[in-house]
Each structure stands twice: as C-alpha cells, then as structure tokens.
C-alpha cells in the first residue's frame, strides 16, 4: 500500500520561507512523477508544482513561478517544496501526490493524473 506523509507546513509571516517535504512508502518511488496542489477553504484543489520521475522536467503554476521550487531525492523517496517570498494568499493545505505517469502526460498538473495522496499539510501566511 502506497503511503504519502508531508510535513514541513506551518505559519510563516509574509516574505518568509517554509519547506515542505512528503516521503512515499509502499511502492517505487521512482516510478512516480510527483506533484504538489493546495486547496483554500472553500475552493477547489489546485496545481501548484510537478516533477517527473527523473528530475528532468518541472512545471509550476504561474504564480509560483519564482518562488517555490520543487525537487526530489530518488535515493530518500522524498520530494520537497520550498517556498520563498510567501504570500497571504498562498494560505492553503498543502497535498503531495504519486502518480504513475499516463501515455503522453508532459506537466501533470491535473489532479486525475495521480494515484495517491497525502494527508496534506497547512500552511497560513499572515499579513
């Protein structure tokens, strides 16, 4: 059974910096492609970062872009977010999620294109 567990999230002021991090148990981590999403209260999950299998191509939504990054450690299972310059608009619980990559899927940035989930874990940025 595949297990996702984040950590890392918390309250930060805004400008500040938190780093994410979700280790996968229960299958072959590098297999995966890994994503990361984020939902507000009251709205949909979304898209935040994603990484292939070998590190080789990263994706992020627009308004990340510049301040988190996203990686992986193949030899850890693990797969961090670092967020820099944090917003109070980036105030959501964080997911991480494993997916065996589909036939043609270039970005992932979608959440059907994953098989598993994390628990999430929240983060609040205060003005």
């Known amino acids: 059974q595949v297990q996702l567990v984040e950590s890392g999230g918390g309250l930060v002021q805004a400008g500040g910096s938190l780093r994410l991090s979700c280790t996968v148990s229960g299958g072959t981590f590098s297999s995966f492609h890994m994503g990361w999403f984020r939902q507000a209260p009251g709205k949909e999950r979304k898209f935040v970062a994603s990484i292939n299998k070998s590190a080789s191509n990263l994706y992020y939504e627009d308004i990340v872009v510049d301040r988190f990054t996203i990686s992986r450690d193949n030899a850890k299972n693990t797969v961090y977010l670092q967020m820099d310059l944090l917003k109070p608009e980036d105030t959501a619980v964080y997911y991480c999620?494993?997916?065996?990559?589909?036939?043609?899927?270039?970005?992932?940035?979608?959440?059907?294109?994953?098989?598993?989930w994390g628990q999430g874990t929240q983060v609040t940025v205060s003005s």
């Open positions: 999620a494993a997916g065996l990559p589909r036939p043609g899927a270039v970005v992932a940035n979608s959440v059907s294109e994953y098989d598993y």
